[in-house]
């Protein structure tokens, strides 16, 4: 008897249309149920929704060694054709390997509009990267353009970023000027020897009524859970101890694999911190003065062994990065149910954006309540915003739509991701009908590979999920917040 947990990685169906469009191999529910059927004459019972369905797109490497050739808007879009020219028609068509794609067009583009300050103090005003502005702005068309040439559909906005380098290895001092916010520059990274601080205006907005002041310094001799390693360690000091939004810190990763690494305080608690395979780091995002490091920070629970091994390294990866926790220190409960409020967590938590001074307006949300601040935090940045009679329900089982709907909410809003052309065409791939307040949101959501799919071939979106099942799409959203 062939088992149900086996089709996904031992057959395959080639289908021109799945997801994207492209020509990947790629395995659909009814196609999966109607193999067996085939091969056996009735469905066995299983889980109800396919794993581990390879993704092409992971296998993209990035060329990172063009980058390090980048000096101008041409050798930029030069080093954006090498990627296109080695990627493969199924890489192309992968949402995985677009968003890569477009993660390097924009290192590139940060690379092109890049030039070197003297000392230690970094000025980030209008005048000060008015030059680097047009260069960024023309660079980011020409990269856009070289991807689409090459075959690589935009999914998303190409951030105008800049980048101010200094070679100061003592402390150094950051001042932005409110005038910033007039420029369309959309992320400045301020790069050291052995480190690099990347701003995004958009997130700097509630803080910026007056000039901020940042200052950091490589202190060495680095910590894990309180020994040294003599890793770097990066003293940050923000403004008033802290800032409304994150800003990144990119540090050097650890040896061995960087799947578990993260950026992590002197207490070990780790940052919404993932690999960039583009600038070859471990980014963080912070909010808070501290003293950071990189450290491998791997998590396991043993209720998750008899689980897909994508469900597995889902929830391994997300509880490494502070993002996602257990029952218990060692139990995950990856059958039990999810709530509103447990789901608002995850989200500010992944965005580095929970803010525990965070205040809402939800009537039914008491400052005793453990979700007070997510709550807050995430009415706050338009995530989950409550319902008409201005209640969260924070306690209140959430839906498989409601969990797609805002996951697609925090591409468009953080990414800026596209909404689907055909809206029609994505939900076509599902056997039943999607809420009519949903179906933009879902077929973004499906265009991006962010839906786990049922293998009824529905998409049920009134049915709850489990823990687990949440875990791997979050875990798929947070690898395209950059």
Sequence with gaps: MLGYQDYDTRYTINDPDWITGGTGVRTTPKQVENFIVKLDGAVPPGPDYIYDVPDPGASVVLPTEELEQVKDTGTATEAVQTLTNQMTSE????ATGMDLAALYAETATAKAAQKTVSGSEVIINAAAVADLEKIAMSTSSAVETALVSGGVATARYLSNTVTLATNATGKISIKIDPDILTTEVDKIRVETPTYALTLKTEDLKADLTEILTITMEDVGAGYAAGRSNGKVVVAVDLPKGKTTDPVTLSLPTDSGSTTYQAVVNTAGKSTSSKYNPATVTIDGKISSSGSYTVQTNE?????????SAEMQAAIRYLASKGIINGKT?????????IN?????????????????????????????DWYYSAAGSSQKNGLIKGYEDKTFRGTTTISKVQIVAVASRVLMNEMGYTAAGNTANYLGKYSDTVDKWAQGEVALATRENLVVYRTDGTFSGSKNMTRGDAAIIIYRLFQRIW
């Design 91 to 94: 890489q192309k068509s992968s």
């Design 299 to 307: 998590k396991n629970f043993t209720d998750i062994t008899n689980k």
């Design 329 to 337: 220190s060692t139990t995950f409960d990856p059958d039990g149910s």
């Design 340 to 368: 509103r409020a447990e789901i608002a967590a995850l989200l500010v938590r992944a965005l580095g954006k929970l803010d525990n001074a965070a205040t809402n307006s939800f009537t039914d949300v008491k400052s005793s």
